[in-house]
Structure formats: C-alpha cells, structure tokens
C-alpha cells in the first residue's frame, strides 16, 4: 500500500526541496498532496508551477495534486497520512494544519533550500518552544522530526544536496522544455548582459501611519506619507556594495532590482529610494524589475542564456540561496550584501549602532551568511 505525504509549501524553491528529501528517504509511489498555505493564483507560488512539478514527483512514482489548505476536513474527520512535510513546526499555518491531520511523523523540513530555523527573539524562540512542547504533550505517539538540508551545527549531507540539486536541474530542463513557460522567463531575461548585478531585496514594511487606532472596527489615526520600516539599513548596505564593486573596477552598466513578491505594489517608491540614495554613483544605471518572475527562474535562465558570464546576483534573505542552488557551478557569483566600509572604529561603531537599533536583521544576516557558506562550501 503506498503511503501518504502531505506537504505544506507555498514556495517553489520549498517544494523542489520536499522532493529531494523524498528520494534522499527512499520514498517512492506516494500519494503526495502539496497544501497551499496562499492563494493559488500567486505568481510565486507552487502552484504557478503545477503541471510541471508533477511531472517532476511522477519521476519518483508520486501521484501529487495541489490543494488548499481550506480543502482539508475540519475536526473530528481529520486527514490520516503517513508523513507531514512542512518548513516550520510552529507556524500559525503549520498550527492550523496540525488540528486537521492526524500524520504518523512530522518532518520540519526548514525555510526555502532547507535551512535550519532560527529565530531572533528570545519571545519568538520561548513560543515556538512551547508550542512544540504543547504539540508532543498532546499527541504522545506522535513522532517529530527536524531535517535540514543546511543544518548550522553539522555539514550539508552530500547525498540529499545531490538530490536537491538534480531536482532544481531537472526543473531547469523542464522550463526550457515548456512553450508557455521559456516565452515569459526570456522576456524576463533579455534586457540583461554579461557584467550585470541582480539585487534581491528582502519585503520591506510599509508604515502608513503615525497613530493608528481601531474605534468599532474603524481605523483612525494620523496617517504619514508611505515609508519603508529599516529602509536606511537596507540602503546603507546597498550603497557599500555598489561602492565596492565600484572601487574594484567591476561596476555593472546596470544594476537590476526584484522586490519581494508582497512589495509589487510598491515598486515606484522603491525605485524612487534607491535612485535618491544611490545618486552618487553617476556610472550606474538602475531599473526594478516587475514581480512577475521568481529567483529561481531568473537564476535558471541566466545559466542557460549565459553560461560562461561574468554575473553577480545579492541579496540579504535566505532567497540568494535558493539562487546559488540553480546557478550550480557559478554559485561563488552569489553573495550576502553586507559589505564593510571605513576604518575599524567606524566598524565597530556601525556593529554597535546595528546591535541595539537593527538587532534582528543583523541576526538574520548572521544566519543567512553562515547558511551560505555551508551551501557552497558543499557545492564545491
């Protein structure tokens, strides 16, 4: 009898790492069902991708459906499978899916690639401890299971990154194959060349208000022209890597920018903030990209149009890696942004100020640097 997989991704780059994990385990011909935790008509979403990657499960043996997570029976007629994949144990989401499934094992299998959680609040850190205490203490027999692709206390295991990084190949070859999907990642692509610099900026908070309060399920309060939350911290950093590459002579004709997808909105005013705050370059030009395309069909595409190309492709969020992960061999070409500047006080003042007023991103820069590594370290 096969067994059953329910996978909670809403990710593209998520989902192409449940099937890596599932061939790394052996596990073949699995009614595979992927949950969506978004609306189904995300253009970065999983199921944007559909035909696609079940043609990729039916490799494997999988008969794998998309589904949303509204599709689940609400108690007491729970969904029974045998395994449960999903990025994060103690999510909202993964939360509401646990009440409606009753699985046998729970995998956490980590965010994008498969990268370790890590959080950066002592608050956030206490309730994901407790929710995972509260959901052993529930389900006795239940067995749960943390299984990273990028684990930060031990190496990447070899034989499941071969297997991710066939999956993301495979894929490549799948898009190149399909009419539909080579026409919108060419357009995508064919304002770059050799020497260009992508940028990938993480979501950026948009404050709309100074004072918001909620009277009778009305908002009031004082409203203020819309800003990004931590823009100067993001910009800071952007600045010192353009002004690096511009001190080693390797200044890109033209640097693009995606935006994360839930920024689609704001693409002008993001344009706008960076060409006030990168206006001291006079050599550079600079363009957003609409969020119609992910990172990995951008990085994909690059491969394929420009083998041997000298590119560049930054970032701050676990996403560049996700990137380095299709670029294959040229994954040296992706880095953190988050060069340095200035002598070491002016260092040491700047790790100061970031420790008290940017805590959280610079933990997250930590991370992201450190999962990096490890991922191409592994890859070479």
Not at 38 to 57: C, G, M, N, T
């Amino acid at each position: 009898m096969a067994c059953t997989v329910v996978l909670v991704s809403s990710q593209l780059i998520t989902t192409l790492s449940a099937l890596a994990y599932l061939r790394s385990c052996k596990i073949n011909g699995a009614d595979l069902r992927v949950l969506s935790l978004e609306r189904l008509d995300q253009i970065h979403s999983a199921h944007a991708f559909e035909e696609l990657l079940v043609s990729l499960a039916a490799r494997d043996g999988h008969r794998c459906v998309f589904e949303e997570l509204s599709a689940l029976p609400q108690e007491p007629e729970r969904l029974v499978c045998d395994y449960l994949l999903l990025p994060r144990v103690d999510h909202k989401q993964g939360r509401v899916l646990l009440q409606r499934c009753l699985p046998d094992v729970v995998i956490e299998l980590g965010e994008s690639i498969g990268v370790e959680t890590k959080l950066y609040s002592f608050q956030a850190r206490r309730l994901r401890h407790r929710s995972i205490h509260h959901l052993l203490e529930s389900r006795p027999s239940l067995r749960l299971e943390h299984s990273y692709l990028v684990p930060m206390d031990r190496g990447v295991d070899q034989s499941r990154l071969k297997h991710f990084l066939e999956c993301c190949l495979n894929f490549s070859s799948m898009v190149d194959s399909e009419p539909s999907t080579s026409q919108s990642k060419s357009k995508s692509i064919t304002s770059f060349s050799n020497g260009d610099v992508l940028l990938c900026l993480p979501y950026l908070k948009v404050k709309k208000w100074h004072l918001r309060v909620e009277i009778f399920g009305r908002v009031k309060g004082i409203k203020c022209s819309p800003r990004f939350q931590d823009w100067q911290y993001f910009l800071t950093r952007v600045q010192r890597y353009v002004y690096s590459l511009k001190t080693n002579g390797t200044v890109a004709p033209r640097l693009f920018v995606q935006a994360h997808p839930k920024n689609h909105q704001n693409l002008e005013l993001i344009e706008q903030k960076l060409i006030h705050g990168l206006r001291g370059v006079h050599d550079l030009k600079l363009e957003v990209l609409p969020c119609d395309t992910p990172l990995e069909i951008i990085a994909s595409s690059l491969v394929s149009n420009f083998p041997s190309a000298d590119m560049q492709i930054a970032g701050f969020g676990t996403n560049i890696l996700s990137a380095a992960a299709f670029l294959g061999p040229q994954s040296h070409s992706v880095s953190l942004c988050d060069e340095r500047s200035g002598g070491r006080i002016k260092r040491l003042w700047d790790f100061c100020f970031d420790v008290v007023f940017n805590r959280r991103e610079l933990l997250r820069q930590r991370h992201v640097r450190k999962a990096l590594n490890r991922l191409v370290k592994a890859m070479g």
